[in-house]
């Protein structure tokens, strides 16, 4: 009996360190197999701390939320006219206008140089953030943590968002544990993931430091110059609707975000632009599902490129109906003075 005892003693002390090895490794990264290989690249290519990067990971934690959000993205889940109420709600709008007139000087210099409308630009922070009210509760570093650990199917490209984070918050001397942002990892007034903190953030305001989570202004510049770098063209169209004629072919619609088919083809497809545009111009056809039935457009190059901020064709609907929608309210409080 006593032998007997004391093995299930010794059974019960081994039970009890798996459920607290279980329990630590849940609760934060230090020992997760991944994290050390990060670790371990990061120390060999880029120079960082062994140690510091050990004591960093045993503070990231595990977010369940995360991964359930990750499930169900909106833009999955809504058709457009479920979709399309969220952002514009009947608040965004106005919002936005005081938003352009509070950061007038902002925009004005931002679209000089960038080239970009006023109103996408803040459209982009209204969908994204309603004008910063919401930027995200959650620290970055579990966020990203989380979706490169725990994620598998998106763990290769948020693993390497976890390293961009890294070297962001070194070269812009930011403590890593305080940055907040999505659950995604995105940031600021924007909702930049790292890599494209890294490469599209400006200092718009000369202070030598590129803000984007309360620096207005470096938002304002950080989101005209994301979108001069993929290729915004200044002065063009976004959209077309198109008109429906006889035996239209509605398998070309929703093939490719990235314009495919010319004008002119898609005419002889059965749509027809209410827009003059071109016949060479080149566009991806859109099919959404509206308020009013399905709705067909002819997507053109700029609007390919607000798909590059969001992949998702309701999402770059979505910033360029509000985008509008600002701009008539702007221009009428505008002009009566």
């Known amino acids: 009996m006593i032998a007997g005892l004391k093995n299930i003693g010794m059974t ?16 934060n990264y230090a020992q997760h197999p991944q994290a050390i290989k990060l670790i371990d690249e990061m120390v060999a290519d880029h120079d960082f701390d062994r140690a510091e990067l050990e004591a960093l990971f045993a503070e990231a934690k595990k977010k369940q939320s995360i991964l359930k959000a990750m499930s169900r993205p909106a833009e999955k889940a809504l058709e457009w006219k479920d979709y399309r109420k969220i952002f514009l709600d009947g608040q965004r709008t106005p919002k936005g206008v005081e938003f352009w007139r509070k950061n007038q000087s902002a925009l004005d210099e931002a679209s000089e140089k960038y080239g970009v409308p006023q109103e996408i630009i803040v459209a982009i922070i209204g969908v994204e953030t309603r004008y910063g009210r919401i930027m995200g509760g959650y620290r970055v570093l ?6 490169a650990f ?12 976890l390293k961009h984070f890294l070297r962001l918050s070194r070269e812009q001397q930011q403590d890593p544990l305080a940055l907040k942002g999505s659950y995604a990892g995105a940031m600021g007034y924007g909702q930049f993931m790292p890599s494209s903190f890294r490469s599209y953030a400006v200092d718009f305001d000369g202070d030598k430091v590129a803000d984007i989570w309360k620096n207005k202004r470096d938002a304002i510049g950080s989101v005209a110059n994301y979108f001069k770098h993929h290729g915004w063209r200044q002065g063009a169209p976004v959209v077309a609707r198109a008109a429906l004629e006889k035996n239209f072919k509605s398998e ?9 088919y010319t004008v002119s ?17 080149v566009s991806s ?11 067909y457009w002819l997507g053109l190059h700029n609007f390919y490129v607000i798909t590059r901020y969001n992949h998702s ?13 600002i701009r008539k309210q702007y221009d009428l409080k505008k002009a009566k003075g």
């Open 12 to 27: 019960m002390l081994l039970i009890s360190a798996s459920l607290t090895s279980t329990k630590s490794f849940a609760e």
């Open 142 to 147: 579990d966020a990203l943590s989380t979706l």
């Open 150 to 161: 725990d994620y598998p199917r998106r763990s290769e490209f948020f693993t390497k968002e």
């Open 252 to 260: 070309l619609a929703n093939q490719s975000l990235k314009p495919k």
């Open 265 to 281: 083809s898609l005419g002889e497809a059965g749509f027809k632009a209410m827009l003059d545009l071109p016949a060479d111009e």
């Open 285 to 295: 056809l859109v099919k959404l599902e509206g308020a009013k039935g399905t709705e």
């Open 313 to 325: 064709r309701m999402y770059a609907m979505a910033v360029y109906q509000l985008a509008q929608e």
